[in-house]
T-cell receptor, first 117, second 117 residues
Framework: EAGVAQSPRYKIIEKRQSVAFWCNPI?????LYWYQQILGQGPKLLIQ????????DSQLPKDRFSAERLKGVDSTLKIQPAKLEDSAVYLC???????????????FGPGTRLLVL | AQKVTQAQTEISVVEKEDVTLDCVYE???????LFWYKQPPSGELVFLIR??????QNEISGRYSWNFQKSTSSFNFTITASQVVDSAVYFCALSEAPVYNTDKLIFGTGTRLQVFP
């Protein structure tokens, strides 16, 4: 079974430029997550989708970050304009849809390493 | 509020030594889930184990074992007879029951394990 796919793997941009990351979840997984992992820290959730609806985007800096999941499959995360502090690894994860009290396991992709100069 | 503490920033051992990675969590919920993930240098987070709050039975999987103790809010991970391939950053994570379908993972800061030959 194919895992979570992400591209690009690496990206270097200058501050104030824009950048986009792409994620393709495991087939059949209704829930998709974007996490930000700053060097030396654990990942932090930016946004969670279930199918193509947003479940949680409370920690997404909406003035510069946006994300969409058209047709409930692939997702794109965009940063515009980028700041130096956006340098991080952006991880995409997917899971089966959670039940009302049951937590499904999240499976992660290889991540995109972003460096903002 | 949810919180995960991994007090050990870095551990170095020689191959074949046993090593225990500590994880302490905080939550007000009675239903929650605990996870361990491995992050090798390639960057992908690899799922190792999931435990729910009602199952305190310890688990062993090959050289890996996990000790869940609700009385001390700990979920420790032991690698027996460590190998060089175990070198990675290990993350402990917590998630509360997915009420309203949000089930984000709260990660600790990770423990970097280096196993020397």
């Amino acid at each position: 079974e194919a895992g979570v796919a992400q591209s690009p793997r690496y990206k270097i941009i200058e501050k104030r430029q824009s950048v986009a990351f792409w994620c393709n979840p495991i087939s059949g997984h209704a829930t998709l997550y974007w996490y930000q992992q700053i060097l030396g820290q654990g990942p932090k959730l930016l946004i969670q989708f279930q199918n193509n609806g947003v479940v949680d985007d409370s920690q997404l800096p909406k003035d510069r970050f946006s994300a969409e999941r058209l047709k409930g499959v692939d997702s794109t995360l965009k940063i515009q304009p980028a700041k130096l502090e956006d340098s991080a690894v952006y991880l995409c994860a997917s899971s089966l849809a959670p039940g009302s009290t049951y937590q499904e396991t999240q499976y992660f992709g290889p991540g995109t390493r972003l460096l903002v100069l | 509020a949810q919180k995960v503490t991994q007090a050990q920033t870095e551990i170095s051992v020689v191959e074949k030594e046993d090593v225990t990675l500590d994880c302490v969590y905080e939550t007000r919920d009675t239903t929650y889930y605990l996870f361990w993930y491995k992050q090798p240098p390639s960057g992908e987070l690899v799922f190792l184990i999931r435990r729910n709050s009602f199952d305190e039975q310890n688990e062993i999987s090959g050289r890996y074992s996990w000790n869940f103790q609700k009385s001390t809010s700990s979920f420790n991970f032991t690698i027996t007879a460590s190998q060089v391939v175990d070198s990675a950053v290990y993350f402990c994570a917590l998630s509360e029951a997915p009420v309203y379908n949000t089930d984000k993972l709260i990660f600790g800061t990770g423990t970097r394990l280096q196993v020397f030959p």
